[in-house]
């Protein structure tokens, strides 16, 4: 059992062939993965993202869990839905390789994660991502009415203080 670290690929050309090989139902179930489209102009890269984003929808897959997938281009982030950075260094590090063995623990949580992606490999991508929606907006919701409540709370503790002071 290994720790999820980035798995890197790196399309050569835009082929239909190159894609489709890369593109599998599992390709982000057990690592998190990345795609570098740097090697391409920027009319492949287009295509390639528009391919790789037609694949995810059209299998209802989803390229955000269970490990996100990354794809290294030279346009901006506002084209595709799917997230896109300019270079590696830009990716999260909480992927990155760690030197080291695992301790104990560690292992055990090695081994619950590979049960999970068991479980998450039969789920329906959409039903999930809604799920996550759901729960997003309602936690934002408590968010924004805690902080109304710690402004009212500010201003009522300062009205008393004023009313004791005079």
């Known amino acids: 059992m290994s720790l999820p670290v980035y798995q890197h690929f790196n399309l050569k050309t835009a082929s239909l062939e190159e894609v489709n090989s890369l593109l599998t139902r599992d390709l982000n179930l057990k690592h998190p993965v990345v795609i570098n489209l740097k090697s391409l102009d920027l009319d ?3 295509e390639t993202i528009g391919l790789i984003e037609n694949y995810f ?3 209802n897959l989803s390229f955000k869990f269970p490990y996100p997938l990354y794809l290294i281009s030279d346009h901006e982030a506002s084209i595709a839905k799917m997230p896109l950075i300019k270079e590696t260094q830009a990716l999260p ?5 760690r030197d080291g063995k695992m301790n104990v623990k560690e292992s055990h949580l090695v081994g619950k994660n590979k049960l999970l992606q068991q ?3 039969n789920s329906d991508a959409s039903v999930s991502l809604k799920d996550l929606e759901n729960y997003a907006s309602a936690h934002r919701i408590i968010f924004e009415l805690e902080e ?3 402004f009212c709370r500010s201003i009522l503790n300062r009205l008393l203080k ?3 002071n005079g």
């Open 162 to 164: 004023v009313g004791k």
């Open 93 to 97: 590090k909480f992927y990155n390789s």
């Open 57 to 59: 929808f059209s299998n």
């Open 119 to 121: 479980e998450v490999k």
């Open 148 to 150: 109304e409540k710690r």
């Open 44 to 46: 492949e890269q287009r």
